[in-house]
């Protein structure tokens, strides 16, 4: 990786504002986020390529500052996530960074963007933040703080979909873009093209709704735990009406 994503990510964040609580979504500074891992289970699968993009709202992205890392994870990538995010292990240990440095800095970046009330950007935010703790417990446990740990401000376009959307149908990533006329810059599972088109969703998202405009920061966390747990809610009478067994995990 070229260390000068890394300096221009810390030079943009110290330049960022601080925000207000009273800032709203659409008027809001992003930090997007994406992981691809080596499999789907924090702690014992690592993360393998990540991406950090810092969106100026005024700006857009023709002025987006992204960080990516390619990491050596230590650790077996399962078949199916090869062949989801190309990545073998020769290649790994070949082209990857050791994890803890790369832990310590996605970290830092986000913590940093933290400290400004500039949220944490992902698409079904738990997973990457959960994927990101698990690899901060594995390599830098005592002194690296996890994200679940502290007042995290997160935006997630899926939840935020979920609650004013209500097509049928899958919701990937891929098909929620296109719903919202969102064009990809470069490859699904591609953590990059995916940090930015996840980013990219706020605006329309924004624009349509303005239910969706007029969240704040302050707001933000409890609005989207309260459309979760409804979505979960309606989602369980579904599964219950199948004989399925209901979901109980909570959004962060």
């Known amino acids: 990786m070229e260390n000068t994503e890394y300096t221009s990510m810390e030079q943009a964040l110290q330049s960022a504002p601080q925000q207000e609580g009273s800032t709203r979504l659409g008027d809001s500074w992003l930090l997007g986020f994406d992981t691809e891992t080596t499999g789907t289970k924090p702690g014992k699968d690592g993360i393998v390529s990540a991406s950090l993009v810092l969106r100026d709202p005024t700006k857009g992205y023709a002025g987006d500052v992204v960080a990516t890392w390619i990491v050596n994870p230590h650790r077996h990538i399962s078949k199916g996530a090869s062949r989801v995010n190309g990545f073998t292990d020769q290649q790994l240990a070949t082209e990857g960074m050791e994890p803890e440095l790369a832990t310590k800095q996605m ?10 009330r500039i949220p944490l950007l992902a698409y079904n935010a738990p997973f990457d933040v ?3 703790d698990g690899d901060i417990a594995h390599w830098c446990a005592g002194s690296v703080k996890p994200l679940s740990e502290g007042d995290l401000l997160v935006v997630d376009p899926l939840v935020l979909d979920r609650e004013i959307s209500h097509r049928s149908g899958r919701r990937t990533l891929g098909m929620t873009s296109e719903y919202y006329g969102v064009i990809p810059h470069g490859n699904f599972h591609n953590a990059t093209a995916d940090t930015v088109a996840a980013v990219d969703l706020i605006k329309p998202m924004t624009t349509l709704f303005p239910q969706v405009a007029r969240i704040t920061m302050d707001s933000l966390m409890d609005w989207q735990r309260q459309a979760q747990a409804k979505w979960r809610d309606q989602f369980n009478q579904h599964l219950i009406s199948q004989g399925r067994r209901p979901v109980t995990d909570n959004w962060l």
């Open 130 to 132: 959960q994927m990101l």
């Open 107 to 116: 970290a830092g970046f986000i913590a940093r963007a933290q400290n400004k």
